[in-house]
């Protein structure tokens, strides 16, 4: 009776149930295929949400499970391995460790801290403000964070924050946050819209303007979320900066002087790729092996495979693999395509009922997220928008326009690599960032959804 007396066993518990329901009472809405992956994915959201297990074992039991049920081939299900996500979460992991063994983490934190140190709360908007500055000139979440996390960290070390401590996870999740979440409003800063772009372009022939798009979404999605954000963790994970600098650091931070010159060369060529993946086509990921790479070599390097064996989360790197091989099944059986169409046709829409038609698309939009990745979103709702647009009376740009409210607003931490990756630099626990999201998914649900249907109506969107 001991699980009973545990809420998140008991929440785990009915999961299980529920699932089971599913596999001997499938919808009708869903074909075989589609159940059992519903039900591996509420099994597995139940047990990542409560941490209940180990992340890497329930990406075990993940893997297992979709193999025996057949739900996809095992190129789909460990589809996660062959990701861009992880392999640049493997780049920046080794990126961290060459920021941190050379001093030059501690050399740009000194340099921040002096003007962001004075106060728990100037570094948290200081580091938040960085970070989506950072989305207008560098085109990956996950490349800006594996620059951003190191030097956070670093930080937080100066500050006096040890590893474990709640200023420290205030610090991982302002970096994590404002290097994904508010650049959702910055055009060509993320992959979903760029999904965006491209599915818009090919089946209508819409351009999306980088000037229009900024215009209508950063206010709200950008300014005042990062505004939430900022709240959100000050109010949740409240600290006192120690200011424990010995004056004995900025000499070990001195000490590689030399290291520090190559690692910034290479940091360079890096982000100079990653700035212009517009024009060379090479994936921030590969760019991030390649820097890693190097980093690596004997002799040349700056990180010694014993320091590399030793520091890499190999844990975590299983469960990265495990939540984007989640998502790649759910993509693979069209579970996300078939409970759009659902949802659709539940939907109030009707010609004249602006607010209502609009809550209903940016709540399919975020539904939709729940059932695919985030990317997935733009691919499944895309297709349906000149549908959309005849039943709601909207023009076609602001039914593609609903889809960013969705997939900038993330409640499960396996929606986002990003998210993930960052946390999973900082050596942090993955499902600490649910204290965040669950609050700030319901505020944008009750109060920054409705801000900006009023922030849209003064643009003049419907009509």
């Given amino acids: 009776m001991e699980i009973l007396r545990k809420p998140s066993h008991l929440f785990v518990l009915a999961a299980m149930v529920f699932a089971g329901l599913l596999l001997v009472n499938t919808p009708a809405w869903l074909d075989e295929t589609q159940g059992r992956t519903l039900a591996i994915v509420i099994v597995a959201l ?140 910055i055009l060509p800063s993320n992959v979903p819209n760029m999904v965006l772009i491209g599915a818009a372009d090919t089946i209508y022939g819409q351009h999306l303007a980088y000037t229009d798009y900024l215009f209508l979404h950063f206010p709200v999605l950008g300014v005042v979320k990062t505004v939430v954000i900022g709240a959100l963790i000050l109010w949740l994970f409240p600290a006192r900066p120690e200011l424990a600098m010995t004056a004995a650091e900025p000499d070990k931070a001195a000490s590689d002087r030399k290291g520090q010159v190559r690692l910034a060369v290479v940091l360079a060529g890096a982000l100079g790729l990653w700035l212009t993946d517009a024009w060379h086509g090479i994936s921030p990921a590969w760019v991030g092996l390649g820097a890693a790479c190097i980093l690596l070599l004997p002799r040349i390097g700056l990180v010694d495979g014993e320091t590399f064996a030793k520091e890499t989360n190999v844990g975590m790197l299983f469960f990265i693999a495990g939540a984007l091989g989640l998502g790649a099944v759910v993509n693979s059986t069209g579970l996300g395509t078939a409970i759009a169409g659902q949802i659709e046709t539940w939907l109030p829409l009707d010609p004249g009922a602006d607010f209502v038609n609009f809550l209903s698309l940016a709540g399919l939009s975020f539904v939709t997220g729940l059932g695919t990745t985030l990317p997935g979103i733009p691919a499944v709702l895309t297709p349906m928008a000149g549908d959309l647009a005849n039943q709601t009376g909207f023009v076609l740009y602001t039914v593609l326009m609903t889809q960013v409210i969705g997939f900038s607003t993330i409640l499960f931490p396996y929606q986002s690599p990003p998210l993930m990756v960052g946390m999973h630099l900082a050596n942090e626990p993955v499902q600490i960032l649910l204290r965040i999201t669950v609050p700030l998914t319901i505020i944008t649900l009750l109060v920054l959804v409705p801000l900006d249907f009023l922030w849209w109506r003064l643009l003049g969107l419907f009509g």
């Fill in 46 to 185: 139940s047990l990542w949400g409560t941490n209940a297990l180990p992340g890497y074992l329930t990406a075990f039991l993940f893997f297992l499970t979709a193999i025996l049920l057949k739900v996809a081939p095992p190129a789909t299900v460990f589809s996660g391995f062959a990701s861009t996500a992880m392999w640049l979460s493997i780049g920046g992991f080794v990126i961290g460790m060459a920021i941190r063994s050379t001093g030059l983490g501690a050399s740009l934190a000194a340099y921040l801290g002096r003007r962001l140190e004075t106060s728990y709360a100037h570094l948290i908007w200081g580091l938040l403000i960085v970070c989506v500055l950072l989305g207008f000139i560098m085109p990956s979440s996950i490349g800006r964070a594996v620059m951003m996390v190191p030097i956070g960290m670093a930080l937080a070390d100066r500050c006096g924050f040890a590893p474990g401590s709640v200023g420290r996870t205030g610090i991982a999740l302002a970096v994590a946050f404002g290097c994904h979440v508010p650049t959702f409003a």
